[in-house]
């Protein structure tokens, strides 16, 4: 299974620059030239050169340090809410799945509300109401994660419970909880691991919106997708303000796209996800 | 991002007249040739090189939140309600100079509680009744209704009711004089309404002001957040203005709203970036204004809690620690330092004032002797039009060992947290006078009492000048008064002002005859496109 | 079969009580007193505002005011907006109109886009084409829009002056109205290409593998016959449900858009509703979204379960 991923060019790519995105992450600020925070006003909006590779924003501050350093707080930033998302979603989508009656319908009916609220639309209300700051913006995505995941579980335990062998065990009598984790939850992987790594990306995204409407990462944080919401402004005289972020975002975003699809068409090419 | 100053509101002011009848006739009869007081004027007779016609597109910085002149509080409003309405008096241009405009004169009593005003003939609104006196009494008893809630209130509240003499005069009668009385009457809330229109609309004019106004442009249509139309009065009483339709767009996002200027598809612009403006310079299809008004952006110490509470070594302290130039690198020249409350363009500035400059080792010397030699850690709350002002005074607080926490919230709750001053530690401010007279920067903002006052400091010496000041006429004494008082803020360091409030303006090079008034409206009326 | 409709219909409406309660709950715990952000700069003294909460009712329990709001709602009357005092509906109908013909040409760009890549990528799967055509497809996921909206602006308004810059939302079917929806279709579209692109994909693989089309091969049809004739109608009805999707979507992410380039959308009413804490503004444009995306996801439902009569039974 392995051997096709790699066979996958796209897969490959893919999974190459997550790597390096980790690795980045991990590293990046212990080689960044410059303090990502201190400001330099003389040498504001300053083209990429030799003392300054990215060139500066409009604070005087070194882009390439302050990409290095964002590297970490997008992949926290992804990591986080979509593990959040998940974690609640997948129980809730085992609860309802495995246990039917009343608790599937109301977990689901519920699910369904949250659902039809447009994602942004929550996102926003939620971050409103705990107030700005990345911390919160991972909390907002993560329970805009939480009905994708749900469900995604939960039409996949349906069918699973009704395999023999699971009625099997039941009737030796093992209990509800072992089920669950141990001969449910393991066949439901294939999905669940394709979506996560589809939305790892699309949370940097949506990271990347709230920070543009005030509501994620606050100044001076360099994130990327804040960066790019306070370098737009500085679009006309100084593009590489915004634009370097934004190829970063592009890039990473884009390979784990690649990935979740590449995992995809290795564990079975007919999952659909919410992404699509 | 700048974000438009909105109008505070104002306590009752009690202050003597101007010598207002020499004044007022002076100004009345010496700024139009040859009157003749029973017939409305036509516009003098212009340079031959204006253009009739054509349809102006101009963009400002905020929506138009409101058609209504007595709730009205934002920027975006005013230029609307300057251009379709009227007021009775006006300022001239971006002056604090005040000129006739449907009053053609005025007198003023010598106790100074009487202004009698004497109006055009003929003058008529938008749906073809005649302004009379009628409409100014409707307009002012209506602003003043408690129902109304009118921003303006507290300007006008010292009136106690107006007369109507005859049809084209009309007596205002206060209870006690008020120095600012006129320049209250030239700004955009005070425009004349049409009685008989505003009661068929039954008082909302939430979403439909045609007939309201007499200005030199007709309401047309308001889609919200889209854009406003207005069209030419053809009976405009002071001339048919040039322009034959204005279209004001809404266009949230600064850099579309420079590139909309750009490519021409808007003829005025406001609120263009200064790296912008620095770029449009070799630009030979655009000019740009730089628009500058009274008053000061600043860096605010909350003086009614720790750590800046009793603590004026601490607060110089900071002062010192700010890199103004840092600061004003943002403006690319464009702005310029403000030393206190507000700078040179007012009467009452003390010309010998030093101010605060930036000397770290000073400042570290102060936060010693303040009680904090290994500096210490506040908050500062500032929202999107001050945020980066603030982010460089955080900056350079940082190198002398006071660490900021920046608290970014939205203008709104910016405001509540300021005017409530129980959380806030440093904030981020600016204050731009409604009225240009000391009395509208010094009183307001730093009254111990003024609901402006959202560094809530105090001080005895300096409220015993400022009270004194509003109820003398001379403004020769008035000045002397200020100047103290201006010099006392200046010691106790209540804010680190660092410059003056404004921004640019962008144009097509077919645009003439624009400009800007004090209240940040756009006048239009003598507009020409070529 | 009516039974199936009349259960999907029914399902809508606790959701959508749902999800007015949880707006309704959200929206007063969002930091800051509506009455002072909504006065303001007009008389402040506490006596005013005290009696402003008390005309606005706002001095009530929550649950009583929830109530008052729903009992009304049902009746039509979505309430006045705290900020512009007009009706909330006419403000949210007026708004809407350009949300939705934005999100419609957004989804025409959409499918534009997608369509294409997604069959090239099908047909020629694992070759340097599937892989060129599925990194620029994934692409327009991975740019955050409101990015690709300025960049949009600066190119093709800016230097190229091809398109205007900003919308005038009167004149629709001109060609200067037609002009001022290209820039930000594209935006809008480009990002929710992806989805539609890798359902077009996914099932266009999963029939080109189907025993049918075999058959058909080995029975020497045409290749473009049997791509376009058997394989992509028995595709498009999972493509169906996504498109559905999408235009939720793109409902629900074009307030960057709309920001950017000046569209006074529902987007844009919404962030602004939030900033001044108008309370029956953000009710009613909230319920509206969900109503919108229930309403789409249902017809999709309903048109789904008709084509697909498997459905109808479960």
């Given at each position: 299974?392995v051997k096709d991923?790699?066979?996958?060019k796209?897969?490959?790519l893919g ?12 590293v ?6 410059y303090d990502?925070?201190?400001?330099d ?5 300053q083209?990429?050169?030799q003392?300054h590779?990215?060139?500066t924003?409009e604070?005087?501050?070194?882009i390439?340090s302050?990409i ?23 129980v809730?989508?085992?609860i309802a ?8 319908a109301?977990?689901m009916?519920?699910m369904d509300?949250?659902?039809a ?9 939620i971050?409103a109401?705990?107030g ?9 995505i ?5 009905p994708t ?5 939960w ?10 062998y699971?009625?099997?065990?039941r009737?030796l009598?093992?209990n509800?909880?072992?089920?669950m984790?141990l ?12 979506e ?12 990347a ?10 100044v ?19 593009p590489?303000v915004?634009t370097?972020?934004g190829?970063?975002?592009?890039t ?8 979740g699809?590449g995992?995809r ?8 996800t919410?992404?699509? | 991002m ?29 700024a ?8 409305p004027?036509?516009e ?8 009739q016609?054509?349809?102006l ?9 409101n ?14 309600a300057?251009n ?10 971006n002056t604090a ?5 449907l009053?053609?004169a ?9 202004y ?5 003939k ?10 009379t ?21 507290a300007y ?23 120095a600012?009385?006129?320049a209250a009457?030239?700004?955009?809330p005070?425009?004349i309404?049409n ?12 979403s ?5 106004g007499s ?7 308001w ?9 030419a009065?053809?009976?405009?009483w002071?001339?048919r ?5 204005i279209i ?7 850099t579309?709203?420079?590139?909309a200027?750009?490519t ?8 263009i970036p200064?790296d ?11 000019v740009t204004?730089d628009?500058h008004?009274?008053g ?10 720790p750590?800046?509470?009793d603590?004026v ?17 943002q ?9 206190g409350?507000?700078?040179p363009?007012?009467w ?6 030093v101010?605060?400059?930036f ?6 010397e102060?936060l010693a002797k ?10 500062m709350?500032a929202?999107?039009?001050n945020i980066?002002?603030?982010q460089i005074?955080a ?10 926490k920046i608290i970014?919230?939205?203008?709104a709750?910016?405001?509540a947290?300021c ?10 401010m ?6 240009p007279?000391p009395?509208n ?11 402006i006052?959202?560094v809530?400091?105090?001080n005895?010496?300096f409220d015993e000048l ?10 020769g004494?008035r000045s002397?008064?200020?100047?103290e ?11 680190a ?5 404004g ?9 003439h ?13 003598g507009?020409?496109?070529? | ?21 949880i ?7 969002i930091?800051g ?6 006065l303001?700069?007009?008389?402040i003294?506490?006596e005013?505002?005290e009696r402003?909460?008390h ?29 512009m005092?007009m009706?909330v ?7 809407f109109?350009v949300?939705?013909r ?6 025409l760009?959409?499918m534009?886009?997608?369509?294409p ?24 996921i991975s740019?955050p ?19 205007p ?17 290209v820039?930000?279709?594209f935006?809008l579209g ?28 080995s029975?020497?049809?045409?290749e ?11 595709a ?7 498109i559905g ?5 793109l409902?629900?992410?074009?307030v960057?858009?709309e ?7 529902l987007?844009?009413?919404m962030?602004n509703?939030?900033?001044k ?7 009613g444009i909230?319920?509206?979204?969900a ?9 999709i ?6 084509l697909d009569?498997?459905i109808?039974?479960?």
């Amino acid at each position: 299974m392995v051997k096709d991923f790699i066979k996958s060019k796209a897969s490959l790519l893919g999974l190459i620059i997550t790597f390096s995105f980790v690795i980045v992450a991990l590293v990046g600020p212990s080689v960044a030239p410059y303090d990502p925070i201190e400001m330099d006003m003389v040498n504001r909006l300053q083209p990429p050169s030799q003392a300054h590779l990215l060139g500066t924003d409009e604070f005087g501050r070194d882009i390439l340090s302050r990409i290095l350093w964002g590297a970490q707080i997008s992949i926290q930033l992804g990591l986080i809410a979509v593990s959040i998302g998940a974690s609640v979603g997948i129980v809730l989508g085992l609860i309802a799945g495995y246990l039917r009656s009343y608790v599937e319908a109301f977990v689901m009916r519920v699910m369904d509300i949250l659902f039809a609220f447009p994602y942004f639309v929550l996102a926003i209300a939620i971050a409103a109401v705990l107030g700005p700051s990345l911390r919160n913006a991972m909390i907002a995505i993560g329970v805009v994660c939480i009905p994708t995941y749900a469900r995604l579980t939960w039409s996949q335990v349906l069918s699973i419970r009704e395999r023999t062998y699971v009625e099997a065990i039941r009737a030796l009598g093992a209990n509800d909880l072992r089920i669950m984790l141990l001969h449910i939850l393991p066949n439901c992987l294939a999905p669940l691991i394709v979506e996560v790594t589809l939305d790892i990306g699309w949370a940097i995204i949506e990271g990347a919106g709230l920070s543009f409407l005030g509501l994620g990462a606050q100044v001076p944080t360099p994130e990327w997708g804040l960066m790019i919401s306070t370098g737009r402004n500085y679009l006309a005289v100084a593009p590489w303000v915004a634009t370097f972020p934004g190829i970063a975002i592009a890039t990473v975003v884009l390979a784990f796209n690649l990935m979740g699809d590449g995992l995809r068409d290795v564990l079975d090419p007919r999952i659909r996800t919410a992404r699509g | 991002m700048t974000k438009p100053l909105t109008r505070r509101d104002y306590l009752k002011t009690a202050a003597a007249a101007v010598g207002g009848l020499v004044v007022g006739g002076a100004i009345g009869y010496g700024a139009y040739p040859a009157l003749n007081p029973a017939a409305p004027k036509k516009e003098v007779q212009a340079p031959t090189s204006f253009v009739q016609g054509g349809t102006l597109y101009i963009t400002y910085r905020s929506p138009v939140l409101n058609l209504d002149p007595h709730i009205m509080t934002d920027e975006a409003s005013y230029g609307a309600a300057q251009n379709t309405m009227d007021q009775l008096v006006v300022f001239e241009g971006n002056t604090a100079n005040i000129i006739p405009n449907l009053a053609y004169a005025w007198e003023i009593s010598d106790d100074g509680k009487e202004y009698t005003f004497h109006l055009w003939k003929g003058v008529k609104f938008h749906d073809g009744t005649e302004l009379t006196a009628n409409d100014v009494k409707f307009t002012f008893e209506r602003l003043l209704a408690p129902e109304t809630k009118a921003s303006y209130y507290a300007y006008f509240s010292s009136i106690d009711k107006i007369q109507v003499i005859d049809d084209y005069a009309a007596k205002f009668i206060l209870k006690e004089p008020n120095a600012i009385m006129l320049a209250a009457l030239a700004a955009p809330p005070s425009v004349i309404m049409n009685k008989k229109r505003v009661e068929e609309l039954k008082g909302d004019l939430s979403s439909n002001a045609f007939g309201v106004g007499s200005g030199p442009f007709k309401f047309v249509e308001w889609k919200v957040n889209d854009h406003l139309t207005m069209e030419a009065n053809e009976n405009y009483w002071a001339g048919r203005p040039h322009l034959d339709k204005i279209i004001i767009k809404e266009i949230p996002e600064r850099t579309t709203r420079a590139v909309a200027v750009q490519t021409g598809e808007i003829d005025i612009g406001a609120d263009i970036p200064y790296d912008m403006i620095e770029q449009m310079k070799g630009n030979k299809d655009l000019v740009t204004i730089d628009d500058h008004k009274i008053g000061a952006y600043y860096m605010g110490f909350n003086c009614s809690q720790p750590p800046f509470k009793d603590n004026v070594t601490l607060r110089q302290a900071l002062s010192h620690g700010v890199d103004y130039g840092a600061v004003l690198v943002q403006f690319r020249g464009h702005l310029a330092r403000s030393l206190g409350p507000y700078g040179p363009n007012l009467w009452g500035y003390p010309g010998d004032i030093v101010g605060y400059n930036f000397d770290p080792d000073k400042a570290k010397e102060l936060l010693a002797k303040a009680g904090y030699p290994k500096g210490l850690d506040v908050t500062m709350h500032a929202t999107d039009w001050n945020i980066d002002d603030g982010q460089i005074c955080a900056a350079s607080l940082a190198k002398i060992g006071v660490n900021v926490k920046i608290i970014h919230l939205d203008a709104a709750s910016l405001d509540a947290a300021c005017s409530a001053g129980k959380e806030t530690q440093l904030f981020m401010m600016a204050w731009g006078a409604d009225i240009p007279d000391p009395d509208n920067v010094l009183y307001t903002v730093f009254e111990s009492t003024s609901p402006i006052n959202w560094v809530h400091w105090k001080n005895d010496k300096f409220d015993e000048l400022v009270h004194r000041a509003r109820v003398i006429t001379d403004q020769g004494e008035r000045s002397g008064l200020y100047t103290e008082a201006f010099k006392i803020v200046m010691d106790e360091a209540p804010a680190a002002w660092l410059h003056d409030p404004g921004f640019s303006w962008a144009l097509s090079r077919h645009i003439h005859g624009f400009q800007v008034g004090p209240h940040y409206q756009y006048l239009l009326r003598g507009v020409w496109k070529k | 079969m009516l039974r199936y409709i009349a259960k999907r219909v029914l399902a809508v409406i606790p959701v959508l009580l749902g999800i007015s309660i949880i707006t309704f709950l959200l929206m007063h715990f969002i930091p800051g007193d509506p009455v002072r952000v909504m006065l303001g700069k007009q008389a402040i003294t506490e006596e005013v505002i005290e009696r402003v909460r008390h005309e606005l009712r706002l001095d009530q329990p929550l649950y009583l005011q929830y109530f008052s709001w729903l009992y009304y709602a049902l009746q039509g009357n979505l309430g006045r907006s705290f900020q512009m005092n007009m009706p909330v509906l006419y403000l949210v109908a007026d708004h809407f109109a350009v949300t939705l013909r934005l999100a419609l040409f957004g989804l025409l760009v959409s499918m534009l886009i997608a369509m294409p890549l997604g069959i090239v990528s099908a047909v020629k799967k694992d070759s340097a084409i599937d892989y060129v055509s599925r990194v620029i497809s994934t692409l327009g996921i991975s740019l955050p829009p409101f990015f690709t909206g300025i960049v949009l602006i600066l190119i093709f308004a800016l230097y190229l002056r091809w398109f205007p810059s900003m919308g005038v939302s009167t004149e629709l079917f001109s060609i200067d109205g037609l002009r001022t929806m290209v820039l930000p279709s594209f935006a809008l579209g480009f990002s929710s290409a992806t989805m539609v692109a890798r359902m077009v994909r996914a099932t266009m693989v999963e029939v080109l593998e189907q025993d049918y089309i075999r058959t058909a091969r080995s029975k020497g049809l045409k290749e473009r016959v049997i791509i376009y004739r058997h394989a992509l109608k028995n595709a498009m009805i999972p493509v169906t449900t996504v498109i559905g999707m999408t235009l939720g979507y793109l409902l629900g992410g074009s307030v960057i858009i709309e920001t950017i380039f000046a569209w006074p959308g529902l987007g844009m009413l919404m962030v602004n509703a939030v900033m001044k804490r108008d309370y029956p503004l953000i009710q009613g444009i909230v319920l509206f979204f969900a109503l919108m995306f229930t309403l789409t996801n249902l017809v999709i439902d309903l048109i789904y379960g008709f084509l697909d009569p498997r459905i109808r039974y479960r």
